[in-house]
């Protein structure tokens, strides 16, 4: 089986080729640059370099978040407009679920796995999973908030074990998860890109008839969009009008 995946979870993001478990062609994206503005001229050019046509590829991955709502709705839409084109299956995987099955791999010893990614504002966004005969399997589902609202969340499930943290939040928040933690703790900040861990888990589930079709595809923001919390700040920051003096009564009509 032939997966084109695509990461827009991530700041940076990654796209990768994978057949038959095996990495023929992978990428790592521009930070610096929106995925708006290298998609889909970075998975062309992927398919490109291993001259490759999207005839031939039999499953498409995409992270369905969370991450960026705008990073993630980009890479959503890219994936549902080739879906749609080339009337391939889709497989959408969680960003954190993908965050998990790295940490499991270059980690060992630890009772749970924790995905852990900057949700700028100071939050995070984490699940908390335990390892399993197959794969990991998911204990607290992805929420959004402050590392220690998170963790308080998690008291009951991680209280005397071990916990290997791994993604792009923890260098804010290794002082506080050391401290916390200490030795139970094992945190890795540095994780490869994830787009081929994607295309792997997306295999995975394909095999098992988990593929969606395109417009089935469901964002996974576990927060309301920036735009949308801005717009309701600046409703309640707004000045109220007085309300109009009733010419009838003497009482006001409401503004």
């Known amino acids: 089986m032939t997966v084109l995946a695509l990461d827009t979870g991530t700041r940076a993001g990654s796209a990768a080729l994978v057949r038959d478990g095996e990495v023929l062609a992978a990428i790592e994206g521009d930070p610096a640059r929106t995925h708006g503005e290298r998609l889909p001229a970075d998975l062309l050019r992927l398919l490109a370099s291993e001259r490759t046509n999207l005839a031939d590829v039999d499953l498409l ?24 084109v080339h009337r391939c299956p889709v497989v959408p995987v969680s960003t954190l679920d993908a965050v998990a099955r790295e940490l499991s791999a270059a980690t060992a010893g630890t009772d749970l796995l924790a995905a852990w990614m900057d949700g700028q504002r ?28 998170v963790l308080d969340g998690w008291a009951d499930r991680i209280e005397g074990r071990t916990v290997a943290f791994g993604g792009d939040g923890i260098g804010a928040t290794r002082d506080r998860l050391d401290a916390r933690f200490g030795a139970r703790a094992l945190l890795a900040d540095r994780l490869p890109p994830l787009a081929p861990t994607l295309a ?36 309640s920051r707004a000045p109220q009008r007085p309300a109009a003096r009733n010419p009838r009564g003497g009482g006001r009509f409401p503004s």
């Open 61 to 84: 991955a995409v992270s369905s978040g969370p991450g960026s709502f705008t990073s993630v709705r980009v890479g959503v839409a890219t994936i549902q407009a080739l879906a749609l």
């Open 122 to 149: 100071g939050e995070v966004f984490a699940a908390l999973y335990t390892r399993a005969t197959r794969g990991e399997r998911i204990l607290v589902p992805p929420a959004a908030g402050k590392p220690d609202v």
């Open 200 to 235: 792997r888990l997306a295999a995975e589930r394909a095999g098992r008839g988990e593929t969606v079709t395109p417009h089935a595809i469901q964002p996974v923001y576990v927060r309301r969009p920036d735009a949308e919390i801005a717009r309701e700040r600046a409703r």
